[in-house]
């Protein structure tokens, strides 16, 4: 059994309550990393969405310059305006920042944040793995304890 400092933890030397305390902060960290798995999906998932847009605008007659369009400015809130470029788009290249790229470039990011998401998503799908094995052994252990706890007790 492993801790997040990578300390070896002898299950058989703790005591029930120990143990208890042990698959509670498994399971804490089990639940923070499986929301972090979450949020990864749903990046990648935005990611491959404006992925499609960039490489779907040369499909759509709607986007050619000089075409009006709405431009969003919340979910809900869009402003007229005219398209001025066809060949560029704004890109968010995240903490804020947006640049300017032609439209090829923009796929290329978008295909290395797909790649650079999936290849977290698989490194945490590993992480998460390992502790929920970490937390079923916990579990077995202390079930044996409990199990050897109550054998041993006289009935009163």
Not at 28 to 44: K, V
Request: with cysteine; hydrophobic share 35%; aromatic share 4%.
């Amino acid at each position: 059994m492993s801790s997040g400092n990578n300390e070896t933890i002898n299950l058989d030397s703790l005591n029930a309550q120990q143990l208890s305390q042990v698959k509670k902060q498994l399971d804490e960290e089990l639940e923070h990393l499986t929301s972090s798995f979450a949020q990864l999906h749903a990046a990648q998932a935005k990611f491959r969405d404006c992925l499609r847009c960039v490489q779907d605008k040369h499909k759509s007659p709607a986007l050619q310059e000089n075409n009006p369009i709405l431009v969003p400015l919340t979910n809900s809130l869009y402003v007229r305006g005219t398209l001025s470029s066809a060949s560029h788009v704004v890109v968010d290249i995240g903490t804020g920042f947006y640049i300017e790229k032609e439209v090829t470039s923009a796929a290329d990011f978008y295909e290395n944040k797909v790649g650079e998401v999936g290849a977290s998503i698989r490194d945490l799908e590993a992480i998460v793995q390992a502790k929920t094995n970490n937390v079923r052994v916990v579990e077995e252990v202390l079930r044996q304890k409990m199990v050897s706890g109550t054998l041993q007790t006289p009935p009163s």
